[in-house]
C-alpha cells in the first residue's frame, strides 16, 4: 500500500528554523511529484508548491516562494519542508500529497499531517 | 490566479437527503483538472472525484461530479452518516493550484 509517512508535530519560537519531513512507501519516489499543502487553524487548503524527486524540479505558489524551501532526498525517499525564520504566522497544519500520475494531477495519496505551532 | 468560490459555506441536512454542493471559478477551467475532496475533523482530505466527474478508488457511487467551464457540482445522492464533512474543491491545470474555501455539511 502506497503511504506517505510526516514527521511529528513540532513547537518552536519565532525566529527558529525547521524543516519536516514526508517518507514514501511503497511507491517509486522519484517517479511521482510531491506536494505540500498548508491548513492554517479552522481555515482552508493553501498549496504552497511541488518537487519532482527525479531530478529535483521545485514550483513554488508565489504566495510561498521565498518564504519556504522544498526539497528531497531520493536515496532515503524523503520530501522535506524547510523555514529558516519562523513566524508566528506559520502555525498550521502542513500536508504532503501525491499528484497521482504527473505534475497536472489531483491529490490522490496525503500524509497524515503535521502540525507545526510557532509561539512568538 | 484561479479563484474557486464554494456555496454554501454551510449546508445543514439529514442523512437521507441528497446534496448539491457547487464551486464556481473566476475563469475558465477545463473539467480535466478539477477535483474534489473531502476532510474530517482531524484528519487529512481525501480525493473524491478528479477530471470533475471522475470517482477516485474507492469512492462510493452516491458521490458524482459534474459541469464544466467556471461552474462544478458536487451531488451526494443520499447521505450518509459518515459523508457530514467539509468538502473541497480544487484545480490543478494551472499555477498556482488553487483551493475553494470549503463547504461544510452538517447535521441538521
Known amino acids: 500500500e502506497v503511504q506517505l509517512v510526516q514527521s511529528g508535530a513540532e513547537v518552536k519560537k519565532s525566529g527558529e528554523s525547521l524543516k519536516i519531513s514526508c517518507k514514501d512507501s511503497?511507491?517509486?519516489?522519484?517517479?511521482?511529484?510531491i506536494a505540500w499543502v498548508r491548513q492554517m487553524p479552522g481555515k482552508g487548503l493553501e498549496w504552497m508548491g511541488n518537487?519532482?524527486?527525479?531530478?529535483?524540479?521545485?514550483r513554488y505558489s508565489p504566495s510561498f516562494q521565498g518564504q519556504v524551501t522544498i526539497s528531497a532526498d531520493k536515496s532515503i525517499s524523503t520530501a522535506y519542508l524547510q523555514w529558516s525564520s519562523l513566524k508566528a504566522s506559520d502555525t498550521a497544519m502542513y500536508y504532503c500529497?501525491?499528484?497521482?500520475?504527473?505534475?497536472?494531477?489531483?491529490?490522490?495519496?496525503w500524509g497524515q499531517g503535521t502540525m507545526v505551532t510557532v509561539s512568538s | 490566479e484561479i479563484v474557486l468560490t464554494q456555496s454554501p459555506g454551510t449546508l445543514s441536512l439529514s442523512p437521507g437527503e441528497r446534496a448539491t454542493l457547487s464551486c464556481r471559478a473566476s475563469q475558465s477551467v477545463s473539467s480535466r483538472y478539477l477535483a474534489w475532496y473531502q476532510q474530517k475533523p482531524g484528519q487529512a482530505p481525501r480525493l473524491l472525484i478528479y477530471g470533475a466527474s471522475r470517482r477516485a478508488t474507492g469512492i462510493p457511487d452516491r458521490f458524482s461530479g459534474s459541469g464544466s467551464g467556471t461552474d462544478f457540482t458536487l451531488t451526494i445522492s443520499r447521505l450518509e452518516p459518515e459523508d457530514f464533512a467539509v468538502y473541497y474543491c480544487?484545480?490543478?491545470?494551472?499555477?498556482?493550484?488553487?483551493f475553494g474555501q470549503g463547504t461544510k455539511v452538517e447535521i441538521k
Open positions: 518537487i519532482y524527486p527525479g531530478d529535483s524540479d521545485t
Open positions: 500529497a501525491r499528484p497521482s500520475s504527473g505534475y497536472d494531477s489531483a491529490f490522490d495519496i
Open positions: 480544487q484545480q490543478y491545470g494551472s499555477s498556482p493550484r488553487t
Open positions: 511503497g511507491y517509486s519516489f522519484t517517479s511521482y511529484w
